[in-house]
C-alpha cells in the first residue's frame, strides 16, 4: 500500500498533497500552519509557491520533501505515500528522489563544489553518469569552479552549485525554498535561469517557494498559500499579474487583521 | 553583565556539565590523594603514639622497626626488671617478648595479609601509652593468660576465618615451624586498626617458649613514668641499673624514630601519588582551555553584539572569566567530595595490599581545602584566560556578518618557529642529560621531557597533520562519503582537534615512556636472573624474611640434594652507617664462582669480602679492617679479603655465617641455593623440595624459569598500579573528546540537517562522529606514543647503570593504540546519538 508504482502516473502528477494539516503548539498557542491542503504538481512544470509571510509556504513544502510529518493529510512523492515510512526509508526518499534547494547553508564547507555536487550520488553509493554530470555542470556554468570550496564562492554560485547538486540525481521532483533570497538580482537571474532551463531543457520538475513576484514570473504556475490554505493559482503567470494577486491578498490579510 | 554571565551559565547546563567534570575529576583526585596520604600519616601517628610507653630500655645500637633478620640474643633478666620497678621514677615496668618473622596462617593454610605488611608477635602486659592510656584494647573475648592462648587483631582473626575458640597456626622464624593456639580473644593497638599488621599476643612464659628457647627473659622493656617524671628523667634513671649493652631511651625519641622511618616511606607514597594528580590536572586543564576556546568561538555573535553595544573589551574578557570562576567554584565544591569518595577507593586499594587506614582519618583537612579551591579555580581561570582575551578581540561588526562561528586560525609561522626552538630546547636538555651533564641525569632529561610534552601539545595541529590527514585518506578508502566527511572535519579546525587530542596525548606519553621503562626494568631483570641464577633451585620467603634451619635441614635430606648453600642476613652498622649483611656458609663458594676484582673468594673467621661499589663507598680494600656493629651491640672488625664484581647473588658485605652467630644473632636461613646431584632428576628433586614447604606459604622453592616469572610478576604489579592511576587522566581526556564532539555537533547543526536532508542516514551520521571521534583519539594516541617512547628511552639510557637491557614494549603501544580507538568510538556514543535525533527540519531551520 505505501509502495506505489513509481513515476509514469498516467496523470503526470510528480507529488500531490491530499487535506495536508500542519498544526504547531497546543490549545491556547494553537497555530494551523497548514490548514487542509489538496494541491497536485505536475511533472515536467515549474511550479511557484507564493504568499504572506507566515502563510505556510514552507511548511507546506517541508511537508512535500519528506523533511516533516504533517499533523494530518496525506503527502504523495512520485507515487509513494509519505506518512507511513520510516526514517530510513525517508532518507534514501530523500536522497534518491528528491532534491533540496536552500535558501543559505546549502553546501557542506569542507567539501569542493564537484564533492558537494555528487554528495547524495556518494552517499547513495551511486556513479553519475558522466553526460548528465557534464550537462549540469555546463548549465551552471562552474566548470572552472568545481575544486573551491563554498568559502571561496560567491553567494549566487554557492546557491548555482547547490542547484547542481538538486538536479545531479536526476530527482523526481526539486524542491528550492527561497533559493534567490539571499541573492542579489544579478545573481537572482542565473539561478532562476538555470531552474527555468532545467524544466525546459532536461524535463525536469521544480517547486520554489517565493514571496518575490520577479522569481515567480520565471514560472508556469503560481499558487498561492494564505492563513494554510490554497487561495488562487494562476498559469504562464506575468509579473503584473503576480504583483495583482499579491497586492489583493494582502490587502485580505490587513483586513482581516484589522 | 554579571547577570548575563550567569544566564549563560544557566543556559547551558550540558556543557557546563561536561566542561565542569574534567575539573570535578582533576581535582577530585587531587583531593583524594590528599586526603588519602593525610589519612595515611594519620593512621600510622595514632598507632605509634598509641603504642610508645613513657620509656623503653632495648639493646644498644638497635633501632625501633628493624626490618629484618631475627633479632639478636641478648636478653633483659628477669632481675633487671624488678631492680627497674624499684626506682621511684618508675611506676611500672614491664618484659616485653617480640618476636619478628612470624606469619600467621588463616583458616584456609594461606597467609593473612600476604607479605606485605608485618606480623607482630609479643607477649601480652598491660602497660600504658605516653598519653597514659592502655596501648592495646580488647576488642572480644579475653587476653591470653595460658600457654597455648592466642588474642589476635580483630581484622586479622576476620580476615583469616577465625572465630574465638579456633586454633590458629602461626609460622615461626626459630625454632618450632609452625604451632597452633587457641583464640581466646581479639583486639586493637589503642588509636585504632594496626595499618594492616597483623597482631599475635602470646602469653608470657608461652612467647619465652617460643622466641627465646624457653629462657626466662625479654627483648626490651616498657617503662611507664612515676607520677611528675619526665620521660628523660626516667630514662636516665633506668639507665642507672641496666647491664652493659643495654640502654634506655625516652618514648618520644621511639616515636620521633618510627615518625622517620615511616615518614619516607609515607612520603614516597604521597609523592608518588600527587604526581599523577598533577598529570590528571594538567589534562584537565588542556580541557577547560579547549572547552572555553570553542564555547567562545560559538559566542563571537553575541560578544560582537555586546562590543557594539557599548560593553568594553576587559568587560567581555571578564564575562568569559567570571563563567570560568563559577564553573571552577562549582566544579572544585563537588571534586572535593569526590575526592572524599575516592580517598576511601584508595584506601581499599591499599588495603587490599595490606595496608590498613581506617575510614575515621580519611577526612577532609582544611589545607587539603584550600588547595582544591586554589588549584581548581586558578588552573580553570589561567586555561580560560586565552580565550577570553580572544573572546574579547571580537570586532563588534561581526555581530553582523553571516557565518556564524570565526574560524579559527591555524597556527602562525611564528608559532611553529618558537615550537621548533622549543623542541630543539628539550632536545638538548635531554641530550645534556644523557652524556652527562653536571647533577642528576634524570633530572635533565625529566626537564626536557616536560618542555617536549607541552610543545607537542601545543604544536598538536602541526605535528599532528599528517596523522588527520593519514586517517582522513584511510576512512575515506574503507567507508566512502561517511568517512571522507569525517576525516575533513577532524581537519576543519586542527587547533581544537589538536587541543582534544592533546590531553589524550599527555596521558599517553606517561604511559609510554613508563611502558619502556618497565619492558626494560624486566628485559634488564630476565638478563641478570639469565647470567646470576646459577644453581639449581633457590629457597626464599618472597619478602625476603628470615626462615627457620629446620627447612634446610630437611632438604638436605632428599633424595638427589649435591649441594645445599645456606645465606643469613641481618641489618648491621657498617663503619657506622646502617647496611644489610649477609653470612654465608662454606658450600657457597661450591655453588657460586663469584667474578673477583682483587683478593680470593675463600673466607673463614673474621674475614669479609666486599662488592666492588660497597668498596668503594666505605674506601676499603684488601687488607683493610672493616668494623661491623651487629643488634646486640657487639662489634666485630673484619679483614677483607677479596673484592668482587658487584652482583645480586650476595650482599655488598658477605662473611661468614658464624659471625654472625657468634655476634650474638640467632640463626635462620633468608636463602637457599640447591644443585641437584649429578644424575638426579631435577623434576623429582623439586616435586621432594615442595614437599618440605608444603605446608609454609612463606618460603618457596623456585628454579630459574619460576624465579624470572616472580620478577616478572611484581614489575607488572607495579605497572598495573602506575596504569590504573594514570587511568583517570586517560578518562578526563575521553571527556574532553566527548565535550568538543558535543560542542561540535552543536555548532554543525546546520550542516547535520542539510546532510540528512540530501539523504545521509541516522546510522551513518553516528557513523561520520564515531570516525571523527576515532580520528582525534589516534592522534592523541600516535602523539603520545612517539613522545613517551622517546622519553622512555632517554630515561633509560640515564639509568643505564642499573637498567642495563633497553626493551620496547611494541605490542603493550599496539594495545595501547587499541584502546584509544576503542576510547574514540565510547566517546562519540553520546554526541553521535544527540546528533542523530535532531529532527531534520529544526537542524536546518536553526539560526
Ligand atoms: N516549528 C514551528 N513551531 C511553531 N510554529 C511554527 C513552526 N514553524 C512554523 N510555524 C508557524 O507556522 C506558520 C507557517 O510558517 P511557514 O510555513 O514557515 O510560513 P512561510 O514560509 O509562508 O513564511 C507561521 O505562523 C509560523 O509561525
Ligand atoms: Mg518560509
Known amino acids: 500500500?505505501?509502495?506505489?508504482?513509481?513515476?509514469?502516473?498516467?496523470?503526470?502528477?510528480?507529488?500531490?498533497?491530499?487535506?495536508?494539516?500542519?498544526?504547531?503548539?497546543?490549545?491556547?498557542?494553537?497555530?494551523?500552519?497548514?490548514?487542509?491542503?489538496?494541491?497536485?504538481?505536475?511533472?515536467?512544470?515549474?511550479?511557484?509557491?507564493?504568499?504572506?509571510?507566515?502563510?505556510?509556504?514552507?511548511?507546506?513544502?517541508?511537508?512535500?520533501?519528506?523533511?516533516?510529518?504533517?499533523?494530518?493529510?496525506?503527502?504523495?512523492?512520485?507515487?509513494?505515500?509519505?506518512?507511513?515510512?520510516?526514517?530510513?526509508?525517508l532518507t534514501n526518499l530523500r536522497r534518491d528522489r528528491i532534491g533540496f534547494v536552500f535558501q543559505a547553508f546549502n553546501l557542506v564547507p569542507t567539501l569542493t563544489a564537484k564533492e558537494n555536487i555528487l554528495l547524495p550520488l556518494d552517499l547513495a553509493g551511486k556513479k553519475p553518469d558522466p553526460a548528465w554530470f557534464d550537462a549540469v555542470i555546463d548549465a551552471i556554468g562552474l566548470r572552472p569552479r568545481l575544486g573551491h570550496r563554498p568559502s571561496e564562492m560567491s553567494g549566487g554560485q554557492q546557491q548555482r552549485v547547490a542547484c547542481a547538486r538538486a538536479l545531479v540525481s536526476r530527482p523526481s521532483i526539486v524542491f528550492a525554498d527561497e533559493p534567490t533570497g539571499n541573492l542579489d538580482s544579478?545573481?537572482?537571474?542565473?539561478?532562476?535561469?538555470?531552474?527555468?532551463?532545467?524544466?525546459?531543457?532536461?524535463?525536469?520538475?521544480?517547486?520554489?517557494?517565493?514571496?518575490?513576484?520577479?522569481?515567480?514570473?520565471?514560472?508556469?504556475?503560481?499558487?498561492f498559500l494564505a492563513d494554510g490554505k490554497v487561495v488562487d493559482e494562476l498559469r504562464e503567470p506575468h509579473r503584473d499579474a503576480i504583483l495583482e494577486r499579491m497586492g489583493a491578498l494582502s490587502d485580505a490579510a490587513t483586513s482581516k487583521a484589522g | 553583565?554579571?547577570?548575563?554571565?550567569?544566564?549563560?551559565?544557566?543556559?547551558?547546563?550540558?556543557?557546563?556539565?561536561?566542561?565542569?567534570?574534567?575539573?570535578?575529576?582533576?581535582?577530585?583526585?587531587?583531593?583524594?590523594?590528599?586526603?588519602?596520604?593525610?589519612?595515611?600519616?594519620?593512621?600510622?601517628?595514632?598507632?605509634?603514639?598509641?603504642?610508645?610507653?613513657?620509656?623503653?630500655?632495648?639493646?644498644?645500637?638497635?633501632?625501633?622497626?628493624?626490618?629484618?633478620?631475627?633479632?639478636?640474643?641478648?636478653?633483659?633478666?628477669?632481675?633487671?626488671?624488678?631492680?627497674?620497678?624499684?626506682?621511684?621514677?618508675?611506676?611500672?615496668?614491664?618484659?616485653?617478648?617480640?618476636?619478628?618473622?612470624?606469619?600467621?596462617?588463616?583458616?584456609?593454610?594461606?597467609?593473612?595479609?600476604?607479605?606485605?605488611?608485618?606480623?607482630?608477635?609479643?607477649?601480652?602486659?598491660?602497660?600504658?601509652?605516653?598519653?597514659?592510656?592502655?596501648?592495646?584494647?580488647?576488642?572480644?573475648?579475653?587476653w591470653p593468660d595460658q600457654p597455648g592462648e592466642i588474642n589476635l587483631d580483630e581484622s586479622s582473626a576476620e580476615r583469616g576465618g577465625y572465630e574465638i575458640g579456633d586454633e590458629v597456626t602461626l609460622l615461626l622464624p626459630v625454632g618450632e615451624l609452625r604451632k597452633t593456639f587457641e583464640l581466646v580473644g581479639t583486639s586493637n593497638f589503642n588509636g585504632g586498626g594496626t595499618a594492616g599488621a597483623t597482631l599475635a599476643l602470646l602469653e608470657t612464659s608461652e612467647a619465652q617458649a617460643v622466641f627465646l628457647g624457653g629462657q626466662d627473659a625479654y627483648t626490651t622493656v616498657a617503662l611507664t613514668a612515676a607520677d611528675g617524671v619526665s620521660q628523660t628523667?626516667?630514662?636516665?634513671?633506668?639507665?642507672?641499673?641496666?647491664?652493659?649493652?643495654?640502654?634506655?631511651?625516652?618514648?618520644?625519641?621511639?616515636?620521633?624514630?618510627?615518625?622517620?622511618?615511616?615518614?619516607?616511606?609515607?612520603?614516597?607514597?604521597?609523592?608518588?601519588?600527587?604526581?599523577?594528580?598533577?598529570?590528571?590536572?594538567?589534562?584537565?586543564?588542556?580541557?577547560?582551555?579547549?572547552?572555553?576556546?570553542?564555547?567562545?568561538?560559538?559566542?563571537?555573535?553575541?560578544?560582537?553584539?555586546?562590543?557594539?553595544?557599548?560593553?568594553?573589551?576587559?568587560?567581555?574578557?571578564?564575562?568569559?572569566?567570571?563563567?570560568?570562576?563559577?564553573?571552577?567554584?562549582?566544579?572544585?565544591?563537588?571534586g572535593l567530595l569526590l575526592g572524599l569518595g575516592l580517598s576511601r577507593g584508595l584506601a581499599a586499594v591499599f588495603r587490599a595490599q595490606?595496608?590498613?587506614?581506617?575510614?575515621?582519618?580519611?577526612?577532609?583537612?582544611?589545607?587539603?581545602?584550600?588547595?582544591?579551591?586554589?588549584?581548581?579555580?586558578?588552573?580553570?581561570?589561567?586555561?580560560?584566560?586565552?580565550?577570553?582575551?580572544?573572546?574579547?578581540?571580537?570586532?563588534?561588526?561581526?555581530?553582523?556578518?553571516?557565518?556564524?562561528?570565526?574560524?579559527?586560525?591555524?597556527?602562525?609561522?611564528?608559532?611553529?618557529?618558537?615550537?621548533?626552538?622549543?623542541?630543539?630546547?628539550?632536545?638538548?636538555?635531554?641530550?645534556?642529560?644523557?652524556?652527562?651533564?653536571?647533577?642528576?641525569?634524570?633530572?635533565?632529561?625529566?626537564?626536557?621531557?616536560?618542555?617536549?610534552?607541552?610543545?607537542?601539545?601545543?604544536?598538536?595541529?602541526?605535528?599532528?597533520?599528517?596523522v588527520l590527514v593519514a586517517c582522513?585518506?584511510?576512512?575515506?578508502?574503507?567507508?566512502?562519503?561517511?568517512?571522507?566527511?569525517?576525516?575533513?572535519?577532524?581537519?576543519?579546525?586542527?587547533?581544537?582537534?589538536?587541543?582534544?587530542?592533546?590531553?589524550?596525548?599527555?596521558?599517553?606519553?606517561?604511559?609510554?615512556?613508563?611502558?619502556?621503562?618497565?619492558?626494560?626494568?624486566?628485559?634488564?631483570?630476565?638478563?641478570?636472573?639469565?647470567?646470576?641464577?646459577?644453581?639449581?633451585?633457590?629457597?626464599?620467603?618472597?619478602?625476603?624474611?628470615?626462615?627457620?634451619?629446620?627447612?634446610?635441614?630437611?632438604?638436605?635430606?632428599?633424595?638427589?640434594?649435591?649441594?645445599?648453600?645456606?645465606?643469613?642476613?641481618?641489618?648491621?652498622?657498617?663503619?657506622?652507617?646502617?647496611?644489610?649483611?649477609?653470612?654465608?656458609?662454606?658450600?657457597?663458594?661450591?655453588?657460586?664462582?663469584?667474578?673477583?676484582?682483587?683478593?680470593?673468594?675463600?673466607?673463614?673467621?673474621?674475614?669479609?669480602?666486599?662488592?666492588?661499589s660497597k668498596a668503594g663507598d666505605l674506601d676499603a680494600d684488601v687488607g683493610t679492617q672493616v668494623p661491623v656493629a651487629f643488634p646486640g651491640g657487639q662489634t666485630v672488625d673484619l679483614e677483607v679479603v677479596g673484592i668482587f664484581e658487584d652482583t645480586p647473588i650476595t650482599g655488598g658485605v658477605t662473611m661468614p655465617i658464624s659471625v654472625l652467630e657468634d655476634a650474638g644473632l640467632r640463626r635462620n636461613d633468608s636463602t637457599l641455593s640447591i644443585n641437584v646431584a649429578e644424575g638426579a632428576d631435577v623434576g623429582e628433586v623439586q616435586a621432594a623440595l615442595d614437599k618440605v614447604v608444603e605446608d609454609i606459604p612463606v618460603v618457596t622453592v623456585q628454579d630459574k624459569e619460576g624465579f624470572s616469572e616472580l620478577i616478572k610478576g611484581q614489575v607488572n604489579q607495579l605497572l598495573f598500579m602506575i596504569y590504573g592511576l594514570l587511568a583517570l587522566a586517560v578518562i578526563i581526556a575521553v571527556i574532553g573528546i566527548?565535550?568538543?564532539?558535543?560542542?561540535?555537533?552543536?555548532?554543525?547543526?546546520?550542516?547535520v540537517g542539510l546532510l540528512r536532508a540530501v539523504g545521509l542516514s541516522r546510522r551513518r551520521l553516528r557513523l561520520m562522529i564515531t570516525l571523527e571521534s576515532i580520528t582525534i583519539a589516534v592522534l592523541g594516541a600516535v602523539l603520545g606514543l612517539v613522545v613517551g617512547l622517546l622519553i622512555g628511552v632517554a630515561l633509560r639510557q640515564s639509568l643505564s647503570d642499573d637498567l642495563t637491557e633497553l626493551a620496547l614494549p611494541l605490542s603493550s603501544l599496539v594495545v595501547f593504540l587499541v584502546i584509544a580507538v576503542v576510547f574514540g568510538v565510547l566517546a562519540a556514543i553520546v554526541p553521535a546519538v544527540r546528533a542523530s535525533r535532531m529532527k531534520v527540519l529544526d537542524a536546518i531551520a536553526t539560526e
Not at chain 2, 234 to 254: H, S
Not at chain 2, 438 to 452: R, S
Not at chain 2, 738 to 751: A, H, P, Q
Open chain 2, 233 to 334: 628523667e626516667l630514662a636516665d634513671a633506668a639507665k642507672t641499673v641496666l647491664p652493659d649493652g643495654f640502654t634506655a631511651v625516652t618514648g618520644q625519641k621511639v616515636i620521633d624514630e618510627s615518625d622517620e622511618q615511616i615518614g619516607q616511606f609515607l612520603d614516597v607514597i604521597g609523592y608518588f601519588l600527587i604526581a599523577f594528580a598533577v598529570i590528571a590536572i594538567v589534562v584537565g586543564a588542556f580541557i577547560i582551555f579547549n572547552t572555553f576556546s570553542i564555547l567562545v568561538s560559538q559566542r563571537v555573535r553575541e560578544s560582537a553584539l555586546l562590543r557594539a553595544l557599548g560593553a568594553s573589551r576587559r568587560q567581555v574578557t571578564w564575562s568569559v572569566l567570571v563563567e570560568a570562576f563559577f564553573m571552577a567554584l562549582l566544579g572544585s565544591t563537588l
Open chain 1, 1 to 89: 500500500m505505501t509502495e506505489q508504482p513509481t513515476g509514469g502516473a498516467p496523470d503526470g502528477v510528480a507529488a500531490s498533497a491530499h487535506d495536508l494539516v500542519k498544526v504547531y503548539g497546543t490549545e491556547e498557542a494553537e497555530v494551523r500552519a497548514l490548514d487542509g491542503v489538496t494541491v497536485d504538481l505536475m511533472k515536467g512544470e515549474f511550479t511557484a509557491i507564493m504568499g504572506p509571510s507566515g502563510s505556510g509556504k514552507s511548511t507546506l513544502m517541508h511537508c512535500l520533501a519528506a523533511l516533516d510529518t504533517p499533523t494530518s493529510g496525506e503527502a504523495v512523492v512520485d507515487g509513494t505515500s509519505l506518512g507511513r515510512l520510516k526514517d530510513k526509508a
Open chain 2, 354 to 466: 595490606g595496608l590498613d587506614i581506617a575510614g575515621e582519618v580519611l577526612v577532609l583537612t582544611p589545607t587539603t581545602v584550600i588547595a582544591a579551591y586554589v588549584v581548581g579555580i586558578g588552573i580553570t581561570m589561567i586555561a580560560a584566560f586565552v580565550p577570553a582575551r580572544r573572546a574579547a578581540k571580537v570586532a563588534p561588526v561581526a555581530a553582523l556578518r553571516d557565518d556564524l562561528t570565526v574560524q579559527e586560525k591555524a597556527l602562525g609561522r611564528r608559532r611553529i618557529l618558537l615550537g621548533t626552538i622549543a623542541l630543539l630546547v628539550g632536545a638538548a636538555l635531554m641530550g645534556a642529560g644523557l652524556i652527562g651533564a653536571p647533577g642528576a641525569d634524570a633530572a635533565w632529561i625529566g626537564a626536557g621531557a616536560v618542555i617536549w610534552v607541552i610543545t607537542v601539545a601545543v604544536m598538536a595541529p602541526v605535528l599532528g597533520h599528517p
Open chain 2, 1 to 142: 553583565m554579571l547577570r548575563l554571565t550567569l544566564r549563560n551559565l544557566v543556559a547551558r547546563k550540558v556543557r557546563l556539565v561536561m566542561s565542569t567534570l574534567a575539573i570535578v575529576l582533576g581535582i577530585g583526585f587531587l583531593a583524594g590523594v590528599l586526603t588519602f596520604s593525610h589519612g595515611l600519616g594519620a593512621t600510622f601517628d595514632n598507632i605509634i603514639e598509641g603504642s610508645t610507653s613513657d620509656a623503653l630500655v632495648r639493646t644498644e645500637g638497635e633501632v625501633s622497626f628493624q626490618a629484618s633478620g631475627a633479632g639478636t640474643t641478648k636478653l633483659v633478666e628477669p632481675q633487671v626488671i624488678e631492680r627497674l620497678r624499684e626506682l621511684p621514677e618508675v611506676e611500672a615496668a614491664d618484659g616485653s617478648v617480640d618476636g619478628v618473622g612470624a606469619y600467621l596462617l588463616g583458616e584456609d593454610g594461606k597467609l593473612v595479609g600476604g607479605t606485605g605488611a608485618p606480623t607482630l608477635v609479643f607477649n601480652y602486659y598491660d602497660s600504658v601509652n605516653v598519653a597514659g592510656d592502655p596501648i592495646l584494647i580488647l576488642e572480644s573475648g579475653q
Open chain 2, 738 to 751: 566527548v565535550n568538543t564532539l558535543g560542542l561540535s555537533v552543536i555548532e554543525r547543526t546546520r550542516e
Open chain 1, 186 to 223: 544579478t545573481s537572482s537571474a542565473e539561478v532562476l535561469g538555470f531552474l527555468r532551463r532545467s524544466v525546459d531543457d532536461f524535463g525536469q520538475t521544480v517547486v520554489m517557494v517565493t514571496h518575490d513576484p520577479v522569481a515567480a514570473s520565471y514560472s508556469d504556475r503560481v499558487l
Open chain 2, 472 to 612: 582522513r585518506a584511510a576512512f575515506d578508502k574503507v567507508f566512502g562519503t561517511t568517512g571522507k566527511l569525517a576525516g575533513e572535519n577532524a581537519l576543519r579546525n586542527p587547533r581544537r582537534t589538536g587541543a582534544t587530542a592533546s590531553a589524550l596525548m599527555i596521558g599517553l606519553a606517561v604511559v609510554s615512556a613508563v611502558g619502556v621503562l618497565a619492558a626494560s626494568l624486566s628485559a634488564t631483570n630476565d638478563a641478570l636472573v639469565d647470567r646470576e641464577f646459577r644453581s639449581d633451585f633457590l629457597v626464599q620467603s618472597p619478602s625476603f624474611q628470615g626462615f627457620p634451619t629446620k627447612i634446610g635441614d630437611e632438604m638436605e635430606q632428599v633424595d638427589g640434594v649435591g649441594t645445599i648453600s645456606r645465606m643469613q642476613g641481618s641489618v648491621a652498622l657498617v663503619k657506622e652507617d646502617q647496611d644489610f649483611v649477609m653470612g654465608v656458609d662454606r658450600a657457597f663458594a661450591r655453588i657460586y664462582e663469584l667474578d673477583m676484582v682483587r683478593g680470593t673468594q675463600d673466607i673463614s673467621g673474621d674475614q669479609a669480602i666486599l662488592s666492588e
